[in-house]
């Protein structure tokens, strides 16, 4: 399964998150999960732990999207814009094998096809604000270490 796949099906699996709670959630994305023929079941346990994983961290990532985009309450986001930010700053956070820009990039390109006509500038700006706070985190985090 290639990586571009593997973000396709988690951000589906992430878009359930607004419809679902657990432990529904879970057993929703398995069943969706073992509807994806082509997957194989090692893809399918790896895909669903991932899945588990940001099910996990939904709350922290609302918090940090909420935080950092000033005016834009998240119920105000489509759901597909709010999926596709939230996979993507987990990929930012938590997956060390995607570079910053890679998460960014792709989530842009999943919002050609699954969001509107203004989700891709959407999704991309939310994302810089993002990351532009994820740097400063970063720093002031490095700056309270040396002392």
């Known amino acids: 399964m290639t990586r571009k796949k593997m973000r396709e099906l988690s951000f589906k699996m992430v878009f359930s998150c607004n419809f679902y709670k657990d432990p529904e959630l879970t057993e929703e994305a398995s069943l969706f999960l073992e509807q994806q023929e082509e ?74 096809v699954f969001g509107g006509d203004d989700s891709p500038k959407f999704v991309n700006g939310v994302l810089a604000r993002l990351l532009r706070a994820e740097k400063k985190e970063k720093e002031e985090k490095a700056e309270d270490n040396g002392r």
């Open 39 to 112: 997957l194989t079941d090692e893809e399918r346990e790896m895909l669903l732990a991932r899945g588990k994983d940001i099910f996990g961290k939904i709350e922290e990532l609302d918090q940090v999207i909420s935080e950092n985009t000033e005016g834009w309450r998240i119920d105000r986001f489509s759901k597909v814009d709010l999926s596709l930010v939230r996979l993507a700053l987990y990929e930012i956070r938590y997956d060390p094998e995607v570079p910053e820009k890679v998460a960014v990039n792709e989530a842009v390109e999943l919002a050609k």
